[in-house]
């Protein structure tokens, strides 16, 4: 199944280069599980591999916030989240990540949460994110070394990475560490 949806992201052309990897998917299921968590948000859905892969690590009764601009993209996820099985675990919220965000209660509510957006909005997302996480839960940013261009950032995509790299890293809110998986993983927990 998962299969078929890559096949079908690739067609897309250069704009499937935004598709995690196969790794990614395990390790996010796997990360999800070992969390036991219950409820989820995903910032940036894009055609829904990476919403399939935290679903499937969720409690059977878990669910998953997804928020993504591109109704295109989204329809072709939601036609494989059926196929799966799992589009009762999944609500879809197609609109702009900072005005979805900030229309959910300020109280914690998630265990986990993806950010796979807009590279420049990643630290606005973490803002908002992180005062609904419960303590413990996990933040998991894809990205994070812009192939390379962070070492010396030239575009906005890579200067704003870099700068959200160096904050998360002090940031006490927050334990982090990148992992050179794919495109690069920052994974923080929330103290």
């Not at 998917?25 to 940036?44: M, N, P, W, Y």
């Not at 055609?47 to 989204?74: E, F, H, K, M």
């Amino acid at each position: 199944m998962l299969d078929e949806l890559r096949a079908e992201t690739e067609k897309l052309r250069s704009v499937s280069e935004m598709l995690i990897s196969r790794e990614q998917c395990s390790f996010l299921t796997l990360l999800v599980a070992s969390l036991g968590a219950r409820s989820a948000v995903e910032i940036g859905t894009f055609t829904g591999y990476s919403a399939i892969c935290i679903a499937r690590g969720l409690s059977p009764q878990g669910r998953l916030l997804c928020i993504d601009v591109n109704g295109d993209w989204t329809a072709t996820a939601q036609r494989h989240w059926r196929r799966a099985g799992i589009e009762g675990k999944i609500e879809l919220r197609l609109g702009g990540g900072r005005a979805e965000l900030e229309a959910l209660p300020a109280k914690p509510a998630f265990d986990f949460a993806f950010i796979d957006a807009d590279k420049p909005n990643y630290d606005l997302y973490y803002e908002l994110v992180l005062p609904r996480l419960r303590a413990n839960g996990l933040i998991v940013f894809d990205n994070m070394l812009q192939h390379g261009r962070v070492v010396d950032p030239k575009d906005e995509s890579a200067q704003a990475i870099d700068r959200l790299n160096k904050k998360l890293c002090a940031d006490p809110r927050v334990e982090c560490v990148l992992l050179a998986v794919a495109d690069g993983l920052m994974l923080c927990r929330k103290i």
